[in-house]
């Protein structure tokens, strides 16, 4: 019978010394596949759920991206950073692709950090079964938790699939979690109309989300759809910046919502 930490993982980078997801410095782990397909991926190689060959326009040649690990070896690379983690109060982040589409080997990794000791953080669209999400945050200490639209076919629309799994795993987390932080990518032609933050305003007030980061729509992906020879929607889009989106701040504001741009 193979040991829990005998688990294998499709893992497409593990970045050190990450200051951008979580308090201090981080290790973050992460996690290829996910079920969702936002037109605006800035990860698109982070998808498919297996190891794959891609070109890199730029060393003219291909790259595979994405390897299976073990916990073991996932544990032992983010422990040699354990003395970065305690001096600055940090800790690994668990993130993707979608972390939950391997949600057995993400669950069992975070126990196994936080019996060491570890801080551990998670982004997560939360688009998974209740009862694996439920297992899977009582091992994070940190949950961030990605929201792209609050209407359910206009998610269907952009996404993939509807939001229905989505806003029933954030109600739980909202009451059931100490650390939430709900993360909005603010897309142009999206989400990102006034009429749109006051949507997500009361959606979060019904809720009872406290926490709001804005994450202002980029082009830092777009290199990417070139090397796996897909259509990028977006290619011609001007990206946003923090000043933008003053107005969608204020809205959360004017709802009692704690809201950073970011």
Not at 140 to 158: R, T, W
Not at 231 to 255: R, V, W
């Amino acid at each position: 019978m193979t040991s829990q930490t005998q688990l294998r993982a499709c893992i497409f980078n593990i970045q050190k010394f990450s200051i951008h997801d979580g308090p201090g410095i981080r290790t973050a782990v992460f996690f290829k596949g996910c079920p969702l397909r936002c037109y605006w991926c800035s990860n698109p190689e982070s998808q498919n759920a297996k190891p794959e060959k891609i070109w890199n326009n730029t060393r003219k040649s291909y790259t595979t991206v994405g390897e299976y690990k073990t916990i073991d070896e996932v544990v032992d690379e983010v422990m040699k950073d354990v003395d970065f983690y305690e001096e600055s109060g940090g800790g690994v982040t668990l993130s993707g692709g979608e972390v939950l589409y391997q949600a057995e080997f993400a669950t069992e990794l975070a126990k196994i950090l936080k019996e060491k000791g570890i801080h551990t953080a998670t982004e997560t669209t939360g688009y998974t079964k209740p009862a694996i999400f439920k297992k899977y945050i009582e091992q994070i200490d940190l949950v961030y938790f990605d929201v792209k639209h609050y209407q359910s076919e206009k998610h269907q629309e952009g996404i993939g699939v509807p939001s229905d799994l989505i806003l029933e795993n954030l109600a739980y987390a909202v009451n059931n979690h100490a650390h939430l932080i709900v993360r909005i990518p603010v897309i142009p032609n999206y989400n990102d109309r006034v009429e749109d933050a006051e949507q997500f305003a009361l959606l979060f007030n019904r809720i009872g989300v406290n926490h709001v980061e804005l994450l202002p729509f980029h082009q830092f992906g777009q290199q990417k759809y070139d090397d796996l020879n897909r259509e990028y929607k977006l290619a011609d889009m001007p990206q946003l910046h923090t000043e933008d989106l003053d107005y969608f701040k204020k809205i959360m504001e004017e709802h009692q919502i704690d809201c950073l741009v970011i």
